[in-house]
Protein backbone atom coordinates (compact mmCIF):
# COMPACT_ATOMS: atom_id res chain seq x y z
CA UNK A 1 0.00 0.00 0.00
CA UNK A 2 3.09 2.58 0.43
CA UNK A 3 4.17 1.41 -3.35
CA UNK A 4 4.09 4.17 -6.02
CA UNK A 5 4.30 2.38 -9.99
CA UNK A 6 5.70 4.23 -12.21
CA UNK A 7 5.66 3.66 -16.15
CA UNK A 8 7.38 3.34 -18.95
CA UNK A 9 10.82 2.42 -17.43
CA UNK A 10 12.62 3.90 -20.70
CA UNK A 11 10.64 6.40 -23.21
CA UNK A 12 12.12 8.23 -26.43
CA UNK A 13 11.44 11.38 -27.47
CA UNK A 14 12.13 13.01 -30.81
CA UNK A 15 12.80 17.04 -29.85
CA UNK A 16 9.65 18.98 -30.02
CA UNK A 17 7.38 16.09 -28.98
CA UNK A 18 5.94 15.35 -25.83
CA UNK A 19 7.07 13.17 -23.02
CA UNK A 20 4.06 11.10 -20.71
CA UNK A 21 4.98 9.41 -17.71
CA UNK A 22 2.56 7.69 -15.88
CA UNK A 23 2.31 6.92 -11.84
CA UNK A 24 -0.33 5.46 -9.76
CA UNK A 25 -0.78 4.96 -5.76
CA UNK A 26 -2.40 2.99 -3.65
CA UNK A 27 -2.73 4.94 -0.53
CA UNK A 28 -5.22 7.58 -0.44
CA UNK A 29 -3.66 9.20 2.95
CA UNK A 30 -0.47 10.14 0.45
CA UNK A 31 -0.78 14.32 0.40
CA UNK A 32 1.87 15.54 -1.52
CA UNK A 33 2.88 14.46 -5.43
CA UNK A 34 6.29 15.83 -6.24
CA UNK A 35 8.18 15.05 -9.37
CA UNK A 36 12.14 14.78 -9.33
CA UNK A 37 14.53 14.91 -11.76
CA UNK A 38 18.65 13.54 -11.89
CA UNK A 39 21.37 13.59 -14.47
CA UNK A 40 23.68 10.95 -13.88
CA UNK A 41 26.20 11.25 -11.08
CA UNK A 42 23.54 13.96 -9.24
CA UNK A 43 21.13 13.98 -6.92
CA UNK A 44 17.36 13.85 -7.38
CA UNK A 45 16.24 17.84 -7.50
CA UNK A 46 12.26 18.73 -7.53
CA UNK A 47 10.93 19.12 -10.40
CA UNK A 48 7.23 20.04 -10.07
CA UNK A 49 4.90 18.86 -7.37
CA UNK A 50 0.86 18.77 -6.80
CA UNK A 51 -1.15 18.44 -3.85
CA UNK A 52 -4.53 16.27 -4.51
CA UNK A 53 -7.11 19.01 -4.22
CA UNK A 54 -5.56 20.21 -7.55
CA UNK A 55 -6.56 18.40 -10.76
CA UNK A 56 -3.34 19.91 -13.23
CA UNK A 57 -0.64 22.29 -12.17
CA UNK A 58 1.65 23.51 -14.61
CA UNK A 59 5.01 25.14 -14.52
CA UNK A 60 6.20 26.05 -17.91
CA UNK A 61 6.61 23.50 -19.99
CA UNK A 62 6.30 20.75 -17.58
CA UNK A 63 2.65 19.95 -16.38
CA UNK A 64 1.13 17.52 -13.76
CA UNK A 65 -2.13 15.97 -14.25
CA UNK A 66 -3.91 14.36 -10.89
CA UNK A 67 -6.73 11.92 -11.15
CA UNK A 68 -7.91 11.73 -7.40
CA UNK A 69 -10.66 8.72 -8.19
CA UNK A 70 -8.23 6.65 -10.44
CA UNK A 71 -5.05 7.23 -7.87
CA UNK A 72 -2.98 8.00 -10.69
CA UNK A 73 -1.16 10.93 -11.82
CA UNK A 74 1.21 11.96 -14.77
CA UNK A 75 3.98 14.28 -15.82
CA UNK A 76 3.47 16.08 -19.24
CA UNK A 77 6.68 17.34 -20.80
CA UNK A 78 5.80 19.74 -23.49
CA UNK A 79 8.25 20.83 -26.54
CA UNK A 80 10.47 18.17 -25.42
CA UNK A 81 14.40 19.06 -25.50
CA UNK A 82 17.30 17.64 -26.03
CA UNK A 83 18.59 19.03 -22.41
CA UNK A 84 15.61 16.91 -20.53
CA UNK A 85 16.95 13.86 -21.23
CA UNK A 86 17.47 12.18 -17.51
CA UNK A 87 15.83 10.15 -14.97
CA UNK A 88 11.95 11.08 -13.97
CA UNK A 89 10.88 9.82 -10.58
CA UNK A 90 7.19 10.58 -9.07
CA UNK A 91 7.04 9.88 -5.52
CA UNK A 92 4.12 10.60 -2.79
CA UNK A 93 4.39 11.65 0.83
CA UNK A 94 2.78 11.08 3.87
CA UNK A 95 2.47 14.57 6.21
CA UNK A 96 1.93 12.47 9.26
CA UNK A 97 5.09 10.68 8.42
CA UNK A 98 7.34 14.15 7.93
CA UNK A 99 7.66 14.33 4.55
CA UNK A 100 9.23 10.80 4.18
CA UNK A 101 9.17 9.96 0.07
CA UNK A 102 8.25 6.95 -1.58
CA UNK A 103 9.88 6.97 -4.78
CA UNK A 104 8.75 5.32 -8.01
CA UNK A 105 11.00 3.03 -9.92
CA UNK A 106 11.95 5.93 -12.30
CA UNK A 107 11.59 6.60 -16.17
CA UNK A 108 14.71 7.02 -18.24
CA UNK A 109 14.12 9.82 -21.09
CA UNK A 110 15.79 10.32 -23.74
CA UNK A 111 14.80 13.18 -25.98
CA UNK A 112 16.89 12.86 -29.53
CA UNK A 113 17.69 15.58 -31.84
CA UNK B 1 22.65 28.73 -1.02
CA UNK B 2 25.27 26.08 -0.24
CA UNK B 3 23.77 22.62 -1.23
CA UNK B 4 23.82 19.56 0.79
CA UNK B 5 27.26 18.43 0.94
CA UNK B 6 28.46 14.91 0.81
CA UNK B 7 32.03 12.87 1.03
CA UNK B 8 33.46 11.31 -0.33
CA UNK B 9 31.69 10.59 -3.62
CA UNK B 10 32.84 7.55 -4.38
CA UNK B 11 34.46 4.52 -2.28
CA UNK B 12 35.23 0.95 -3.25
CA UNK B 13 35.66 -1.34 -0.23
CA UNK B 14 35.85 -5.49 -0.01
CA UNK B 15 32.74 -7.18 1.50
CA UNK B 16 32.95 -7.43 5.06
CA UNK B 17 34.98 -4.36 5.53
CA UNK B 18 33.13 -1.08 7.01
CA UNK B 19 32.72 2.52 5.41
CA UNK B 20 31.27 5.80 6.78
CA UNK B 21 29.85 8.43 4.68
CA UNK B 22 29.28 12.32 5.64
CA UNK B 23 26.67 14.80 5.01
CA UNK B 24 26.17 18.30 5.95
CA UNK B 25 22.56 19.74 5.20
CA UNK B 26 21.69 22.74 3.98
CA UNK B 27 21.87 24.97 6.93
CA UNK B 28 19.00 25.85 9.22
CA UNK B 29 17.53 22.67 7.74
CA UNK B 30 15.87 20.12 10.91
CA UNK B 31 15.30 17.46 8.95
CA UNK B 32 17.78 14.97 7.54
CA UNK B 33 17.30 11.99 5.39
CA UNK B 34 19.46 9.23 3.71
CA UNK B 35 18.44 7.39 0.99
CA UNK B 36 19.49 4.16 -0.86
CA UNK B 37 19.29 4.10 -4.32
CA UNK B 38 19.84 0.67 -6.16
CA UNK B 39 21.24 0.91 -9.88
CA UNK B 40 17.91 1.04 -11.67
CA UNK B 41 15.56 1.91 -8.71
CA UNK B 42 13.98 4.78 -7.09
CA UNK B 43 16.11 6.47 -4.28
CA UNK B 44 14.39 4.35 -0.85
CA UNK B 45 14.23 5.95 2.74
CA UNK B 46 16.77 4.49 5.13
CA UNK B 47 16.46 7.00 8.12
CA UNK B 48 15.44 9.84 8.83
CA UNK B 49 16.10 12.49 11.63
CA UNK B 50 14.50 15.62 13.09
CA UNK B 51 16.98 17.82 14.78
CA UNK B 52 19.44 15.35 16.01
CA UNK B 53 16.61 12.72 17.14
CA UNK B 54 15.24 9.73 14.85
CA UNK B 55 11.99 10.23 13.18
CA UNK B 56 11.97 6.89 11.42
CA UNK B 57 14.55 3.93 10.90
CA UNK B 58 12.06 1.41 9.88
CA UNK B 59 13.79 0.48 6.70
CA UNK B 60 17.42 0.42 8.05
CA UNK B 61 19.52 -3.05 8.41
CA UNK B 62 20.31 -2.16 11.98
CA UNK B 63 22.56 -4.99 12.30
CA UNK B 64 24.97 -3.45 9.82
CA UNK B 65 23.94 0.11 9.55
CA UNK B 66 23.72 3.01 12.30
CA UNK B 67 23.42 6.88 11.32
CA UNK B 68 23.90 9.36 13.88
CA UNK B 69 23.22 13.21 13.60
CA UNK B 70 25.11 14.95 16.65
CA UNK B 71 24.32 18.32 17.17
CA UNK B 72 21.42 18.26 14.92
CA UNK B 73 23.52 19.48 12.10
CA UNK B 74 26.24 16.92 10.14
CA UNK B 75 25.37 13.17 10.05
CA UNK B 76 27.17 9.96 9.57
CA UNK B 77 26.08 6.77 8.26
CA UNK B 78 27.95 3.97 8.50
CA UNK B 79 27.92 0.04 7.18
CA UNK B 80 29.82 -3.07 9.32
CA UNK B 81 30.29 -5.13 8.30
CA UNK B 82 29.87 -4.60 4.13
CA UNK B 83 27.68 -6.81 1.99
CA UNK B 84 27.36 -7.54 -2.15
CA UNK B 85 24.09 -6.07 -2.00
CA UNK B 86 25.19 -2.82 -0.18
CA UNK B 87 26.58 -1.75 -3.29
CA UNK B 88 24.42 1.33 -4.49
CA UNK B 89 24.42 5.47 -4.29
CA UNK B 90 23.95 6.93 -0.83
CA UNK B 91 21.92 10.16 -0.97
CA UNK B 92 21.28 12.84 2.08
CA UNK B 93 18.40 15.19 2.05
CA UNK B 94 17.87 18.00 3.55
CA UNK B 95 14.47 19.37 4.46
CA UNK B 96 13.12 22.29 6.33
CA UNK B 97 9.62 20.36 6.76
CA UNK B 98 6.29 21.02 5.69
CA UNK B 99 5.92 24.99 3.96
CA UNK B 100 2.50 27.10 4.29
CA UNK B 101 1.06 25.35 1.39
CA UNK B 102 1.32 22.08 2.46
CA UNK B 103 4.47 21.04 0.03
CA UNK B 104 7.43 19.75 1.33
CA UNK B 105 10.75 20.04 -0.39
CA UNK B 106 13.81 17.76 -0.04
CA UNK B 107 17.00 19.02 -1.70
CA UNK B 108 19.04 16.11 -2.13
CA UNK B 109 23.06 15.83 -2.56
CA UNK B 110 25.72 14.32 -5.05
CA UNK B 111 25.33 11.20 -3.56
CA UNK B 112 28.37 8.52 -2.55
CA UNK B 113 28.26 5.82 -4.88
CA UNK B 114 29.47 2.85 -2.92
CA UNK B 115 31.11 -0.52 -4.59
CA UNK B 116 31.48 -3.84 -2.43
CA UNK B 117 33.62 -6.09 -4.04
Known amino acids: QQQVKQSPQSLIVQKGGISIINCAYE??????FPWYQQFPGKGPALLIA?????SEKKEGRFTISFNKSAKQFSLHIMDSQPGDSATYFC????????????FGQGTELSVKP | EAGVAQSPRYKIIEKRQSVAFWCNPI?????LYWYQQILGQGPKLLIQ????????DSQLPKDRFSAERLKGVDSTLKIQPAKLEDSAVYLC???????????????FGPGTRLTVT
Open chain 1, 50 to 54: IRPDV
Open chain 2, 93 to 107: ASSLGRTSDGSYEQY
Open chain 1, 91 to 102: AATLYNQGGKLI
Open chain 2, 27 to 31: SGHAT
Open chain 1, 27 to 32: NTAFDY
Open chain 2, 49 to 56: FQNNGVVD
